[in-house]
């Protein structure tokens, strides 16, 4: 089974604090994506990477950062917290020329 | 702006009975997939149906695609109170993987 992890589960952070949400597979997948989710707004992408040290941008990039140094790993940085930033961001990771995606089980973040 | 809009937003049924859930899309797609998510996790993929097929069947679970109306349902058969949870449709671009998510559907089996 493709096993997705996120770091933490639950995470409070003040505002202007640099945030690290790491995202972990073990299923050799090339692409992964960051997500975040708030109610009346769905799921919304925020970056994507297809290979080891490439990023596209999503649809919310703004505020954002991503790393992508080791294929299994994808980390979202949000470089300066803010309060809008509150919400459950979400990682998932698909194989080469399959469309379903793997999801973790999703970061709480409350900046306060 | 979103591209799979569910219908309805949320949905309370008996448990044995059961549920649709309805997805319209607005521009071409290569398939269509039915996400689940459970209260407060990640979502789990349930079902991909391809933009030539009609109807797909997983278990329960019963998919089909309309692309002339642009749209899809999904039925889940004799309803269980573990199928409470969210139901999002999501389709790709024509070319790539990424995926745009509806708003979901809220269905709750009660017991």
């Known amino acids: 089974d493709v096993k997705v992890t996120q770091s933490s589960r639950y995470l409070v952070k003040r505002t202007g604090e640099k945030v690290f949400l790491e995202c972990v597979q073990d299923m050799d997948h090339e692409n992964m994506f960051w997500y975040r989710q708030d109610p009346g707004l769905g799921l919304r992408l925020i970056y994507f990477?297809?290979?080891?040290?490439?990023?596209e941008k999503g649809d919310i990039p703004e505020g954002y950062s991503v790393s992508r140094e080791k294929k299994e790993r994808f980390s979202l940085i949000l470089e300066s917290a803010s309060t809008n930033q509150t919400s459950m961001y979400l990682c998932?990771?698909?194989?080469?020329?399959?469309?379903?995606?793997?999801f973790g089980p999703g970061t709480r973040l409350t900046v306060t | 702006s979103q591209q799979g809009e569910e219908d309805p937003q949320a949905l309370s049924i008996q448990e044995g009975e059961n549920a649709t859930m309805n997805c319209s899309y607005k521009?071409?797609?290569?398939?269509l997939q039915w996400y689940r998510q459970n209260s407060g996790r990640g979502l789990v993929h349930l079902i991909l149906?391809?933009?030539?097929?009609r109807e797909k069947h997983s278990g329960r679970l019963r998919v089909t695609l309309d692309t002339s109306k642009k749209s899809s349902s999904l039925l889940i058969t004799a309803s269980r109170a573990a199928d409470t949870a969210s139901y999002f449709c999501a389709t790709p671009p024509t070319s790539g993987s990424r995926l745009t998510f509806g708003e979901g559907t809220q269905l709750t089996v009660n017991p």
């Open positions: 149906i391809r933009s030539n097929e």
């Open positions: 990477s297809y290979d080891v040290k490439m990023k």
């Open positions: 521009t071409s797609i290569n398939n």
């Open positions: 998932a990771s698909s194989p080469p020329g399959r469309y379903e995606q793997y």
